[in-house]
């Protein structure tokens, strides 16, 4: 496991609910400790019983995978065949992943003008999910044992009824949710040479996933809750894309210059069933959710369909001149499904031009410049993203009942719960790049560096709707954006001594500025966040200065507000903290990100360590946001304000409030997401080739990997990269391994 | 083989040609069209149906309790509670109010709901006498969602058009403009609604000539009033239960003095709610949730665990002081029905008991002794520890000016226990929720009489009520005479009538009473209360996702 959040122990969690009682004058010290803990906690805490309940969650992990692939053929024939097996046990107890998946393409020359090729795959994925119980350990009180005196899982740890431990997950027989996936994809062309400039492909695809989830959770589990109903439920899906796509390229030369042209068109449709069924109160829980009928009340049962399709036509023109001078030109137009009709259709051109300036008479015979190749793009591309049958509204079901003797009568209906989004149309992005790629000191120096601007506009986004109008939000095509950008790559041969010692470094850098350009109204669009001049994932809220502290009760009271509360900036400085003090305060867009990688080998030794960085981003921390004001759970530890410990970090503890309604809580949560790591460290050690051939061998090679184990941030034992969220952290992997090439 | 590639050229070219326009063609098998659905018979109907439907979210339900009697003089904060600035008016009572937010958010979606039904009844393939029916209860519903918006946030968006393309203004609409719909809409229900219907919770017209009664009330219409109310206590076979605490037996839910109710069903299939776009439930926690919510937690106390009778302790509410001392226990039967005072026990066994010194000694239960005694009097320490069982005392829950000092050991408001769910943790109860009960009507008439002058005839309703709430032969000590008739002596009937029941926010707005009683009865809001609090804040989601910000403004005083 990597970093994670430091919860508090025992002794850390009963403080904090003393201080939250004291606060509101129902504690004034230990003798009070029987009125605000339950008796079992009481005594617990005075023996120095408590449990880190995610320590007893948290175990270790592993990883194998095993592959082989064969290819091969002959004039007429060629073949690639592989075969794989994956297998993943989480950090949680039941959290397993088995995936087996076979490949098999196969290129047939019939004559020298015609090619049949098949390529198939099939992948079987077998996971067991563990039902997160990491949020229930880091709140419930750790005032209790996880054991009873048999080592078996006390239900009931903290002397109340209503808080399970986060064990009972893992006793035999009480949980599996388990989701069998198998997909079959699948394509056959056929590529007719119909003269030697011109050739016709077409292809026809399927991409079929069937996937059934299956769930039961016994009675005293965490999803049905303590003494609740044992639960069975089969959800199950048959997904399918169907592919063709057809195209004619025409190809000739003529002197210097070489030319290709492509017509081509394609459709696609996508259809997913799905179907579900539930119930409470299994017969037997042996039988899982494999009978769902042997449950005996609350059953209920759900199908749903849906289709999307797209329709393209398109046509490309590859042009060069002496091998040196390169165009690119593409036209094509879309039609999707998903958007409203009259604005199905989109039109997407593009260009693309080259110049491999090495091949020019001054560059060719230089040692010292070994590559240098310019390129220039303009293109528009469309994404039309949005889930089918937004455009047409819908309704959605109610249930009521009526009494009609002594029999329920039902009364379902259906109420309009989705706008229709009716002048849906695609959003378009114009991409202008412009990059080179070079080569120096014989390509012992090799990189090449890009420079783009993209243009979006009628950004599709889901966008939050005043709810007086009877809705919540609807999809729309809402403004414009631009990226800036800049991405370098650079690769040096430092040291590179055939039998001894060499050393290869890859540098990585990439700069991106984001920035909303125009709106629908206005340039500020505060129920969603947007605004122009800024990120479209902008965090708009209080900026947080501190804590109200002793001697500015007169200041703080102007607010409503006591010393041990939450002080933010009066950003309009009216004197008086109003939503109009709102403001942007950060984004969760990195200013920028590098990496670079170093590559050692030593005889039979290689050592590679790639150390990576993303700055600037600003992230919602679920731990940071986590703090239990009110004392009712526990949470992570934190720096909190009481009249002896005057802290600007986190407010008072306060029973007399909740989380949720804390004035200002939600500027608890940003951090500054920036971190440093060495992502991976790997050793390895090939055999030597004589040893190798001993085996029957032409290569083996043992390696091991430590990937996530260095992390350098702000945030604490918290590795940032998994971007906030306290229920599934970071892995740290130690991974052995070894290749064999026969 | 060229044949073949001709063949297939032919085909793609036909998919091309034929195939475009319907391959892009949208439809939506398992969904459903406004225009295409509520044109037929089952989609009106349906939609009439989807009408009732969010009475449920505030009916028996957390927050809508938590909104309606708690922050008042006779509910306050309890340990569980999720939501304390609603008991308190604190500063933290904000725009940024969660479950504000969400019955804001429901009630619109209610109230467009109900104009969809109303502009779509009479153009639909309904009989003619059906549409009058069916528009009547609608309007009915309607109306009873606009009283919730405008008595919960005042003078703010009101529409009657059914939403069909994206509105990004609100208005701000007066109180008297809601009260004329909301009026209107009642009169039309009132004259078209049968007066008796085959499904049990259907609008029927003493509904709704009670709750316009009620309405009439709250508008100062003492003479409509009185006349409404009468015509639902004369005209109709209703009557009051002769056992006060009959009135919460969970075999008795169907009982002869309701008059207006929110159905929850035994069928958790049927306690559904709404689904949102994506098929999730709005609300998880479907049926009636009442019974969680006001009970301490004595499972955690000696000889006690928690069983299916003495119900599922949320500790989210408990009662001020002042309610307890509203009550003559030794006249007042409501005072038993209402509290649970005492827990016999269910885990027999020998506990170490505290004592008032902080030693502890040993007492053994047996089945059914006594583990717990709640009174609403103050004990002295010897008295306490000579008994052998926990006792909560009036000084062990509230301090010398009635102040909690514990918030999970206090008596429990008992009236909406659901001993008949199937498991102790099930939260769905089956229970109806009452919104409206005959005796409220005898009270309306009391306070409608007693404001036109008339004390007699004020009394004499007021006197059907506590008459019948009294132990046997204690009817007369009950009585009141048509002097001693004062408005807060019906109030404070009301509280003993009414306890939990969702009316006592409204009750004490609607007389104007809201910010001096909480003030004089409830100390854990008393110092926060202001009289801008008779509204709630707008959410900020709402004032934040409108173009016309300089029109649609947060209330007065919150920040």
Not at chain 1, 708 to 735: A, C, H, I, K
């Amino acid at each position: 496991m990597g970093g994670y959040a430091d919860i508090m122990t025992g002794p850390e969690w009963v403080d904090l609910r003393r201080e939250s009682r004291r606060t509101v004058g129902e504690w004034n010290g230990p003798d009070d400790d029987a009125n605000i803990f339950n008796p079992t906690q009481l005594e617990n805490f005075r023996n120095g019983v408590y449990t880190d309940w995610a320590r007893e969650l948290l175990g270790m992990g592993s990883q194998q995978n095993h592959q082989i692939g064969i290819s091969g053929g002959d004039k007429k024939l060629s073949y690639y065949f592989s075969m794989e097996y994956f297998n993943e046990k989480g950090l949680l107890v039941n959290d397993e992943l088995d995936r087996y998946s076979g490949r098999m393409t196969v290129d047939y020359k019939v004559t020298d003008r015609l090619k049949l090729s098949t390529n198939l795959m099939y992948t079987i994925r077998d996971h067991d999910r563990r039902r997160d119980p990491l949020n229930q350990a880091n709140k419930m009180s750790p005032l209790g044992p996880a054991f009873d005196a048999e080592g078996n899982v006390l239900i009931f740890p903290v002397g109340d009824a209503s808080t399970l431990n986060p064990l009972t997950d893992q006793v035999p027989g009480n949980y599996q949710d388990n989701e069998m996936n198998r997909r079959f994809f699948g394509n056959v062309s056929l590529d007719w040479m119909i003269s030697d400039k011109i050739s016709f492909t077409s292809r026809l695809g399927v991409d079929n996933t069937t996937s059934r989830r299956g769930l039961f959770s016994a009675t005293n589990t965490i999803e049905v809750g303590p003494n609740g109903l044992s639960i069975a439920r089969l959800n199950n899906r048959f997904a399918s894309r169907n592919t063709w796509e057809n195209f004619a390229t025409y190809t000739n030369t003529f002197g210097d210059h070489n030319l290709q042209v492509l017509l081509g068109q394609s459709i696609w449709a996508t259809t997913n069933e799905t179907s579900f069924s539930e119930g409470r109160d299994l017969l037997s829980p042996t039988m899982l959710y494999q009978n769902i009928g042997a449950t005996q009340t609350a059953v209920r049962v759900g199908s749903n369909y849906d289709r999307t399709s797209l329709a393209s036509f398109f046509g490309r023109v590859n042009y060069k001149y002496k091998d040196r001078y390169l165009f690119t030109g593409v036209l094509r137009t879309d039609g999707s499904s998903v958007l409203a009709p009259g604005n199905k259709w989109g039109f997407f051109p593009s260009a693309a031009l080259s110049w491999i300036a090495k091949e020019e008479g001054f560059l060719s015979s230089n040692d010292a410049i070994s590559e240098m190749k310019f390129r220039l793009s303009y293109g528009v591309s469309g994404n039309s993203a949005v889930s089918a049958y937004q455009t047409l509204g819908g309704l959605s079901k109610s249930t009521y009942a009526f009494d009609r003797g002594a029999a329920e009568l039902p009364a379902f209906g259906f109420y309009p719960s989705l706008i229709a989004a009716s002048n849906l149309g695609w959003e378009t992005t114009a991409s202008t790049n412009f990059g080179v790629d070079f080569g120096f000191a014989n390509n012992r120096i090799t990189g090449s560096l890009d420079l783009y601007q993209q243009d979006t506009k009628d950004l599709l986004m889901q966008r939050a709707l005043p709810t007086t109008s009877g809705f919540t939000s609807s999809w729309d095509n809402v403004g414009r954006t631009r990226n800036r950008g800049v991405e370098l790559l650079l690769s040096t041969i430092n040291v590179d001594r055939s039998q001894g010692l060499s050393w290869f470094t890859d540098f990585t850098f990439g700069a991106n500025k984001e920035e909303i350009v125009e709106l629908v109204e206005g340039d500020r669009d505060l129920a969603n966040g947007w605004f122009v001049g800024y990120p479209i994932s902008s965090y708009y809220d209080y900026e947080k200065l501190g804590i109200w502290q002793l001697g500015e009760e007169s200041l703080a009271a102007e607010n409503q507000q006591l010393p041990g509360e939450i002080r933010v900036r009066d950003q309009d400085g009216n004197g008086v903290i109003t939503p109009e003090d709102r403001t942007i305060i950060g984004s969760n867009v990195p200013r920028f990100s590098a990496g670079v990688n170093n590559r050692f080998s030593y005889k039979d030794f290689e050592l590679n360590v790639f150390v990576f960085a993303r700055v600037g981003q600003m992230i919602v921390s679920e731990a940071a946001g986590s703090y239990k004001i009110d004392g009712l759970e526990n949470g992570p530890m934190v720096d909190y304000w009481t009249p002896e410990n005057p802290t600007n970090s986190y407010p008072r503890p306060n029973a007399g409030t909740s989380r949720a309604s804390t004035r200002y809580y939600s500027t608890l949560r940003y951090e500054d997401g920036s971190f440093l790591k060495i992502r991976d460290v790997t050793l390895a050690y090939n055999l030597p080739a004589q040893i190798a051939q001993r085996l029957s061998v032409s290569r083996l090679r043992v390696y091991t990997t430590a990937k996530n184990y260095f992390v350098w941030s702000n945030m604490g034992p918290y590795d940032p990269e998994r971007g906030g969220n306290l229920s599934f952290p970071m892995t740290r992997q130690m991974v052995f391994g070894l290749n064999i090439d026969l | 083989m060229k044949k073949i590639f001709n063949k297939l050229f032919l085909l793609s070219l036909l998919s091309l040609s034929v195939g475009c326009a319907d391959f892009l063609e949208e439809n939506n098998q398992s969904g459903l069209t406004a225009d295409g659905y509520f044109v037929t018979l089952e989609g009106i109907e349906a939609l009439v149906n989807s009408c009732y439907t969010p009475m449920r979210f505030w009916y028996g339900k957390e927050n809508g309790i938590a909104m309606t009697e708690t922050g008042t003089d006779i509910f306050t904060r309890g340990n569980g509670m999720e939501n304390p600035p609603v008991a308190l008016y604190n500063s933290d009572l904000s725009g940024a109010n969660g479950p504000l937010n969400f019955y804001w958010t429901r009630l619109y979606s209610a109230l467009n709901t109900t104009n969809a039904a109303v502009k779509r009844i009479p153009d639909s393939p309904l009989s003619a006498a059906l549409k009058l029916e069916r528009e009547a209860e609608v309007r009915f519903l309607r109306a009873f969602y606009l009283w919730h918006i405008v008595e919960t946030w005042g003078g703010v968006h009101l529409s009657l058009d059914e939403v069909t393309v994206v509105q990004t203004t609100a208005n701000r609409t007066p109180v008297e403009e809601f009260y004329a719909q909301i009026f209107e809409d009642l009169t039309f229900a009132v004259n078209n609604l049968p007066p008796s219907s085959i499904d049990y919770g259907r609008a029927i017209k003493p509904a709704a000539e009670a709750f316009l009664a009620r309405m009439h009330l709250t508008r100062g219409n003492n003479a409509e009033a009185s006349t409404l109310a009468k015509q639902v206590i004369n005209n109709y076979s209703y009557a009051l239960e002769e056992n006060y605490a009959d009135l919460w037996d969970i075999n008795n839910i169907r009982n002869s003095e309701v008059v207006w109710l929110v159905n929850f069903s035994a069928d958790q299939v049927l306690n559904r709610e709404l689904e949102s776009p994506d098929g999730d439930i709005l609300l998880r926690d479907g049926g009636n949730n009442s019974h969680l919510f006001f009970l301490m937690t004595y499972d955690q106390l000696p000889g006690m665990l928690r069983d299916i009778n003495n119900g599922r302790p949320f500790a989210r509410f408990m009662p001020t002081a002042y309610l307890l001392d509203l009550f003559d226990e030794s006249v007042d039967s409501r005072f038993d029905a209402t509290f649970q005072t005492v827990w016999y026990a269910n885990r027999p066994g020998t506990f170490s008991l505290p004592l008032t010194d902080g030693s502890t000694k040993d007492v053994t239960f047996s089945e059914g002794d006594t583990a717990i005694l709640a009174t609403k009097y103050p004990m002295t320490n010897a008295e306490r520890d000579a008994l052998p069982y926990t006792t909560i005392d009036r000084n062990r829950t509230y301090g010398p000016d009635d102040e909690p000092r514990v918030r999970d050991r206090y008596m429990s408001l008992r009236k909406f226990l659901d001993p008949s769910r199937p498991t102790i943790s099930q939260q769905q109860g089956q229970r109806d929720a009452f919104v409206i009960r005959l005796a409220e009507m005898y009270l309306i008439v009391a306070e409608a009489e007693m404001n036109l002058g008339n004390m007699g005839e004020a009394a004499s309703h007021f006197n059907e009520v506590s008459r019948r709430a009294a132990l046997p032969g204690q009817e007369a000590a009950m009585e009141v005479a048509p002097e001693d008739i004062t408005l807060d002596l019906i109030l404070d009937e009301r509280a003993r009538e009414f306890a939990g029941e969702q009316l006592r926010w409204f009750d004490l707005k609607r007389t104007g009473k809201l910010v001096e009683r909480v003030q004089a009865h409830n100390p854990d809001a008393a110092p926060n209360i202001r009289p801008f609090h008779m509204v709630r804040p707008i959410p900020q989601s709402q004032l934040d996702a409108i173009n016309n910000k300089d029109e649609f403004f947060q209330n007065e005083g919150y920040l």
